[in-house]
């Protein structure tokens, strides 16, 4: 599953190509990695955390599990960089975006999406 890039076709494109890749990640796959990181785990610190991520207009808004607001901020989209592999299942996109601190104050209505997540960090 994991082959090494070196000496495929790779093209780098910006957001502004006619080109659209597919985002996500087939669950196989995902397994896949995360039982790989597992495995290795033994040499690395494993942490867990809970957070649910809101969005208000332009404003994202993180709680922890204990409900407190731990982050509050605006998130200006910088530039988008697809870059296509062919023959690998996947394509690469990195995101660049400017992360611009707002007081909780600014919060207004109610919230337009709600995502609760759970992450591992192996570091």
């Known amino acids: 599953m994991l082959r090494s890039l070196v000496g495929s076709e790779m093209c780098i494109r910006d957001s502004l190509a006619p080109h659209k890749i597919s985002v996500g990640m087939q669950s196989k796959d995902f397994d896949a990695i995360k039982a790989l990181l597992t495995s290795m785990s033994e040499a690395m610190t494993v942490t867990s955390s809970e957070s649910t991520t809101s969005t208000f207009g332009e404003l994202r808004v993180t709680k922890d599990e204990t409900g407190k607001i731990t982050c509050c901020m605006k998130k200006k989209k910088l530039a988008t960089i697809d870059i296509v592999v062919p023959g690998y299942p996947y394509d690469l ?18 919230a337009q999406y709600t995502r609760r997540r759970v992450r591992t960090c192996f570091c």
């Not at 996109?93 to 109610?110: C, F, K, L, N």
């Open 93 to 110: 996109r990195i995101g660049v975006a400017q992360e611009i601190p707002v007081d909780p104050s600014e919060i207004q209505g109610s």
